[in-house]
């Protein structure tokens, strides 16, 4: 039993915290396309980016923010224009964006952190940049991450959205966090776009060394289609607001504070990969016996990322070979008389032996997944087993279904 409870709230449920989201015309969709979270007072920063050669302006700006000062007061992100691929005149936006938000904060820019999201090429529609800003800073609430949460998204169906609560000593401390994501989602980084507050205090060091571990637990083993966002980006705030004693080193409350960390972090992840574009059920691999996790979550990133098994989830065939075929790619060396392969309480293959199993209902396990469709979806859930080793990993996913092309054939259209 875990040491903290789900609250409302998202990233304002941390002390200190407002957000907001607004229509501010980015988007042709007239949805909302704005978000803004500030904390009250400087917080500690943290990033994990993408790792691809083409990146957004934002991208660029967070990280060279962040080298240079581990805090930050701001995060405003746009939607509608990813602005990658945009050159000196993107990035020239971005830093417009900064200094107009710094300006109706009242706060130094280098306090601000970007983030944008939507079509590669096309630069920030600045006038509505312009005019929206003014507009977001006066709608701030202590309540408002359900907007805000709601102005990140692009093709997602749902807004995703977390808090936690736990004690530490006689003093709650919180955890909050929303997200976006929904196609173009693969390792490193996998969550295209995610928010996470907190008000503990926390060194800047071991709050950047924390979200890694977590991001590697979480939004590095989800794929929707094996594509990598230019944009990719997971930014946390720690503003100290609980009154907590400080964390400097790793120990009990550190290692209860990174367990919240990555709670919020998978919650969301899984968020994402429940909505992939098209997408009618989570899929969710977990793989055991491997000589550490590092091979283990490379074996369940394969299975989880094939196309082939995707596709069988989605037409509700319980074609286990494909499943074997992924383990057996994934570059971890086993032997393959080691390998177990169950699909929920089917077992299919035994010491790397076919096992008889009733394939209807197997099947009819799968339909009764995707029958509860987006954030309350069953899960399908893979268990392969390699050998005898103490690594183990889980990897989430979604089907490939007929939608996901008619989505992505369309997007700019």
Avoid at 158 to 179: M, W
Avoid at 387 to 393: D, I, L, R, V
Wanted: with cysteine; charged share 20%.
């Amino acid at each position: 039993m875990s040491d903290w409870q789900v609250i409302e709230g998202g990233v304002t449920a941390p002390k200190g915290y407002q957000a907001a989201g607004i229509t501010a015309g980015l988007k042709p969709s007239g949805q909302p396309d704005l978000a803004l979270i500030v904390s009250d007072v400087e917080a500690i920063a943290a990033g994990v980016f993408t790792t691809v050669q083409v990146r957004a302006a934002c991208v660029d700006y967070c990280r060279q923010r962040l080298e240079k000062k581990a805090s930050a007061k701001a995060i405003l992100c746009n939607s509608g224009q990813a602005n990658a691929a945009t050159g000196e005149a993107g990035w020239n936006d971005a830093l417009e964006s900064a200094s107009l938000l710094g300006t109706a904060l009242n706060i130094d820019p280098k306090s601000i952190l970007l983030a944008s999201t939507g079509v590669i090429g096309q630069r920030i529609k600045m006038e509505a940049m312009r005019s929206g800003i003014p507009q977001v800073v006066s709608s701030l609430s202590s309540e408002g991450s359900d907007t805000a949460a709601k102005a990140i998204m692009t093709t997602d169906l749902v807004p995703k959205t977390i808090a936690l609560e736990a004690q530490f000593g006689d003093r709650p401390v919180r955890v909050g966090g929303i997200a976006k994501g929904s196609g173009m989602i693969h390792p490193n980084m996998a969550t295209l776009l995610a928010f996470v507050t907190c008000d503990a205090t926390v060194s800047p060091h071991l709050w950047q060394e924390m979200l890694g571990r977590a991001a590697n637990r979480s939004f590095n083993q989800i794929t929707v289609d094996g594509d990598t966002s230019t944009n990719d980006s997971l930014i946390a705030l720690a503003n100290g607001q609980s009154r907590t004693p400080a964390i400097t080193s790793m120990g009990p409350e550190a290692e209860k504070l990174e367990a919240m960390l990555t709670t919020v972090c998978q919650y969301l992840a899984k968020a994402i990969a429940r909505d992939g574009e098209g997408a009618t059920c989570l899929l969710e691999v977990e793989v055991s016996g491997a000589d550490n996790e590092e091979a283990a979550s490379q074996v369940a990133k394969t299975i989880v990322g094939s196309s082939l098994v995707k596709s069988a989830i989605f037409g509700r065939d319980p074609n286990w070979g494909r499943i074997a075929a992924a383990a057996g790619r994934a570059g971890v060396h086993f032997e393959a008389e080691n390998l177990n392969i169950t699909l929920g309480d089917f077992k299919m293959m035994e010491n790397g032996q076919p096992l008889t199993f009733d394939r209807d209902a197997a099947s009819a396990y799968m339909k009764q997944a995707a029958q509860g469709a987006y954030l309350q979806a069953d899960t399908v859930k893979i268990g392969v087993s390699i050998g005898n080793g103490p690594g183990t990993s889980k990897a989430w996913g979604c089907d490939l279904s007929y939608d996901y092309v008619k989505i992505n054939a369309e997007y700019t259209t």
